[in-house]
Every structure is written in structure tokens, then in C-alpha cells.
């Protein structure tokens, strides 16, 4: 049974950070590639970051690639979204989500997590 699940979301003050973590379970974790999307209430699901198989590679939205970093670590079957400057609209409830191919497209992904929230709010 795949599982992803997240962590680390709370409530932050605007201009912190956070990182937020995806540990993986029950798939060849070095096999697919790793992304976070965000959704917003009344919004779509959205497009954080990417990160390739091996972690070499990554693509970013460009309303955070000044702000987020995703990484991976392979041995720890894990994801992270280091995010920093943080906005009020950047709120949202934050997955991540596993697939075969490194894509922006949320269809592009076979497994995602339940979410984490995230506020940004004084």
C-alpha cells in the first residue's frame, strides 16, 4: 500500500519559514519523481516545485522559485519544500504527490499525500 505523508505545516508570521517533509512508504522511492502542489480554499490545485528521481534535477512555479526549495533524500524514502519569505496568500493546504515523470502537471501523478496546512497570518 503506497502512503505519503506530510508534516510540518502550521502557523507562521509573514516573512518566515518553514519545511515541510513527505516521507514515502510502500514504492521504489528512487523511482519517481517528487512534487509539491498547494490548493487554497475555492481554488485549484497548484504547482509548487519538482524534484527528479535522483534529485539533480528540480523546476519551480515562478511565484516561488526565489523563495522555495524542494530537496530529497533517497535513503530516508523523504521530500522537503524549504520555504522561506512567506505571504499571506501563500496558505493553502501543501501535498505532495509521487509519479513517474518530473511535470508540473498534477495529472501527471500517480500517489499523493492527505496534505498539511499552512497559514501565514499575523
Known amino acids: 500500500q503506497v502512503q505519503l505523508v506530510e508534516s510540518g505545516g502550521r502557523l507562521v508570521q509573514p516573512g518566515g519559514s518553514m519545511r515541510l517533509s513527505c516521507t514515502a512508504s510502500?514504492?521504489?522511492?528512487?523511482?519517481?519523481?517528487m512534487a509539491w502542489f498547494r490548493q487554497a480554499p475555492g481554488k485549484e490545485r497548484e504547482f509548487m516545485a519538482a524534484v527528479s528521481e535522483g534529485g539533480a534535477a528540480t523546476h519551480y512555479a515562478d511565484s516561488v522559485k526565489d523563495r522555495f526549495i524542494i530537496s530529497r533524500d533517497n535513503a530516508k524514502n523523504m521530500v522537503y519544500l524549504e520555504m522561506s519569505g512567506l505571504k499571506p496568500e501563500d496558505t493553502a493546504v501543501y501535498f505532495c504527490?509521487?509519479?513517474?515523470?518530473?511535470?508540473?502537471?498534477?495529472?501527471?501523478?500517480?500517489?499523493w499525500g492527505q496534505g498539511t496546512q499552512v497559514t501565514v497570518s499575523s
Open positions: 510502500g514504492i521504489t522511492f528512487g523511482n519517481y519523481a
Open positions: 504527490a509521487a509519479g513517474a515523470f518530473r511535470s508540473s502537471m498534477a495529472n501527471r501523478y500517480n500517489y
